[in-house]
């Protein structure tokens, strides 16, 4: 066994997700950025993760799914800013502690997979195994290794068996394989232009022209991009005939998925607006400024969703009927986000 192995100083913040807090972290630390290290709404933006996925099945627990991000932010991100990025996935635990090992002892920060319900830190029953943290550090002789996780403010030390069993989860969406993303970052990152461009095009296209590849798996198990926003304003309108008990646990589920479950807010779509107000303020282009307006409307539009659906001293009945009213302007929301990245993107290419 080793002895302590750290990557010192590592720049953490706090994020609203895990995906693009960990970004963020990593192209701070990499110096990468446009005008200073760069916020969390510009990582998110300019990742081009925008999507949107809504499920309804017994077969899940809870009952229904719904997220706002596709499944490649980690590979797209570093890629579209000239980087390269291996995955390294492995069913071997040994093989996959020693290429996470590795990186650290090579000075290189490991972004990998974890189930949160395995994370002692995090307290969570909910079992998700694409949850990103970065590992910059481990003591074999201790038996810990030291996260730094979008949730919490401080570096947390983790028993390594823990982490272990994190890594090597089975549950949805997909199994964590010992995950890690082994990411080359450039010196200097391409024209902002260039980036946001491709990334708006790529956000319009997921939900305009969705494909078979999302963070929930195949397309047919769900409704996907704008049909998704339409599919949930159409079943909500059902949700009458469920028991008390069933309507309580899909209200407060749709509540949670969109406020809660690591999504900044608004289902994305808040970090998605605070991007798009920054590449605005750095090019000047009108035509992102619009679309940041468009997505805080949107992220306003699924807050106010979730805050209905979750309302104290309201009965159940009660709290459905606001949600179907709020829901029946998703669609709405959604198609003028979806015009409005695909206007920016045209905008920023010109």
Known sequence: MSGPSMIDPYPHRMGGHCGSGAMRDLMEWTGLGYDGPPDEGLVFALGGALSLTY??????????YLVGRGPDFEIDLPRRLGGTVEVLATDDPAEGWENLRGEIDQGRPALVWAEIAELPYL????????????VVGYDETQGVAYIADNDREDLQRVPLDALARARRSTSFPEPTRHTLFRINWPQ???????VAAQAFAQSAASLSTPGASTIAGPAEHGSHGLDAASALASDVCSWGALSTDDLEMHLFSLGAFIEKAGTGGGLFRRLLAQGCDEIARLT???ATAILAANAHHAATSWTAVARAAVQKDHASSERLRSVTTLAAALPE???TLEASLRKAAASLSG
């Open 188 to 194: 200097t990152p391409p024209s902002i232009l260039e």
């Open 284 to 286: 000047g282009d009108h």
């Open 123 to 134: 307290r969570v029953q909910l079992r998700m195994s694409r949850h990103d943290i970065v």
């Open 55 to 64: 499920i309804r099945s017994k077969a899940l627990m809870p009952p229904v």
């Open 333 to 335: 929301a959604e198609t």
